[in-house]
């Protein structure tokens, strides 16, 4: 059973920075593509960053390239978000996901940490 758990959200300041950690509890870590993914109020959830499995290979969603960083440590079973230059629309829950190999969809996710960007 995969468990991932959120940390870091919290209130910051438009153009400050704030870093996301996931906790996963997956035996075969190192097996699982990562995402995370964020929803603001009365929105769709959104795509915003996946890192493949060794952590060579990295996507963003156009709305956070150049500002945001995903990274992992496959040792720590661990998943984080460098968030820089925030902005007011960053404000969403943001959720850590993950993608078993060779599935289609990330399967499993995470309960969320809610970051609020103020202006």
């Known amino acids: 059973q995969v468990q991932l758990v959120e940390s870091g959200g919290g209130l910051v300041q438009a153009g400050g920075s704030r870093s996301l950690s996931c906790a996963a509890s997956i035996r075969t870590f190192g097996s699982y593509a990562m995402g995370w993914f964020r929803q603001a109020p009365g929105k769709e959830r959104e795509f915003v960053a996946a890192?493949?499995?060794?952590?060579?290979?990295?996507s963003y969603g156009d709305s956070v390239k150049g500002r945001f960083t995903i990274s992992r440590d496959n040792a720590k079973k661990m998943v984080y978000l460098q968030m820089s230059s925030l902005k007011s629309e960053d404000t969403a829950v943001y959720y850590c996901?993950?993608?078993?190999?060779?599935?289609?969809?990330?399967?499993?996710w995470g309960q969320g940490t809610q970051v609020t960007v103020s202006s």
């Open positions: 996901a993950s993608r078993r190999q060779g599935a289609a969809d990330f399967g499993s």
């Open positions: 890192i493949s499995f060794s952590g060579g290979s990295t």
